[in-house]
C-alpha cells in the first residue's frame, strides 16, 4: 500500500479514506467536515501551514494504519516474547490513543444529534463500557499475563495451572469485549449512516469500525497464535 496523499487531494477524502487523519486537520484547525471540500492546499493556505510538514504529520499516520493491518500470519513462527512485545506496540498502544481521541467525538454526536437519533445515546453507552474494559484487560495483560507467559516460555515459571487460569480469564473478557462491539455494529445498522449525517457523524462511524477492527485483530494474534501455544 502507498502512500498518495498529494497536496491535491481533498480534504474531506482523505478523511474518509483514513478516518485518523482526522487528528492531524484537528491539530491544525483545519476543517474537515463543513469546509473538507477542498484540496489539501487550499487549507494549508488558509491555515498559513507548511506544506511539507503537514504532509509528513499524514504520512505518520497512514505508516501507523498501514503496520496495524499488515497480515498477522507471519507470526505463527515468531516466538511469544516477540509477539507480546508486537501487540504490546501496535495494538495496546494504538488502542490506547485511539480511545482517549475518539472519546470527544463520541460524546459530541450523541450529545447533538441524541435527540433525533437515540441509538446514538447507546452507542456513547457502549463506546465507554468498551473503552473502560479494554483498558483494564490490557493493563491486566501487561501487569500479570504476559509477564507469566514470557516466564512460560523461558521455563522459569512452574506453575502452569496458574498462567493457564489467567489466560482462560483473557479469552473470556475478550468474548466479552467483542459482545459489546456486536451490540455497538447491531445498534448502528453496521454503521449505516442516516441522511442528515453531518461530518463528525461520519467520521464516529467511520472510527468506531477501524476500532473494531484492531480489536479483532489483536484478539486474533492472541486467541489463535499465542494462547494456543500454553492452553492447547
Known amino acids: 500500500m502507498t502512500f498518495t496523499i498529494t497536496?491535491?487531494?481533498?480534504?474531506?477524502?482523505?478523511?474518509?479514506?483514513?478516518?485518523?487523519?482526522?487528528?492531524?486537520?484537528?491539530?491544525?484547525?483545519?476543517?474537515?467536515?463543513?469546509?473538507?471540500?477542498?484540496?489539501l492546499s487550499q487549507a494549508v493556505a488558509q491555515n498559513m501551514l507548511n506544506m511539507d510538514s503537514l504532509l509528513g504529520e499524514l504520512k505518520v499516520v497512514f505508516e501507523k494504519y498501514e503496520n496495524a493491518e499488515k497480515d498477522v500470519e507471519v507470526w505463527t513462527e515468531s516466538d511469544s516474547n516477540t509477539i507480546i512485545d508486537h501487540?504490546?506496540?501496535?495494538?495496546?498502544?494504538?488502542?490506547?490513543?485511539?480511545?482517549?481521541?475518539?472519546?470527544?467525538?463520541?460524546?459530541?454526536?450523541?450529545?447533538?444529534?441524541?435527540?433525533?437519533?437515540?441509538?446514538?445515546?447507546?452507542?456513547?453507552?457502549?463506546?465507554?463500557?468498551?473503552?473502560?474494559?479494554?483498558?483494564?484487560?490490557?493493563?491486566?495483560?501487561?501487569?500479570?499475563?504476559?509477564?507469566?507467559?514470557?516466564?512460560?516460555?523461558?521455563?522459569?515459571?512452574?506453575n502452569r495451572e496458574e498462567a493457564i487460569n489467567k489466560i482462560v480469564e483473557l479469552e473470556k473478557e475478550h468474548d466479552h469485549a467483542g459482545e459489546i462491539l456486536r451490540q455497538i455494529r447491531e445498534v448502528t445498522s453496521d454503521f449505516e449512516l442516516p441522511l442528515d449525517a453531518c461530518g463528525t457523524y461520519r467520521l464516529v462511524y467511520a472510527r468506531l469500525e477501524a476500532l473494531e477492527g484492531l480489536t479483532f485483530m489483536h484478539v486474533h494474534l492472541e486467541n489463535n497464535i499465542l494462547f494456543p501455544r500454553y492452553i492447547a
Request: with cysteine; hydrophobic share 35%.
Open 7 to 39: 497536496e491535491n487531494s481533498l480534504v474531506k477524502d482523505i478523511v474518509n479514506e483514513l478516518p485518523k487523519t482526522s487528528d492531524v486537520f484537528k491539530k491544525n484547525r483545519i476543517d474537515f467536515c463543513c469546509g473538507g471540500n477542498i484540496p
Open 87 to 158: 501487540v504490546i506496540s501496535n495494538y495496546h498502544r494504538v488502542s490506547e490513543e485511539e480511545l482517549k481521541m475518539l472519546s470527544p467525538y463520541v460524546t459530541k454526536v450523541s450529545r447533538v444529534h441524541g435527540d433525533n437519533h437515540p441509538e446514538l445515546l447507546k452507542v456513547n453507552e457502549l463506546f465507554y463500557e468498551f473503552k473502560k474494559e479494554l483498558i483494564e484487560h490490557m493493563e491486566k495483560e501487561e501487569a500479570i499475563v504476559f509477564p507469566l507467559i514470557k516466564q512460560l516460555a523461558d521455563g522459569t515459571f512452574e
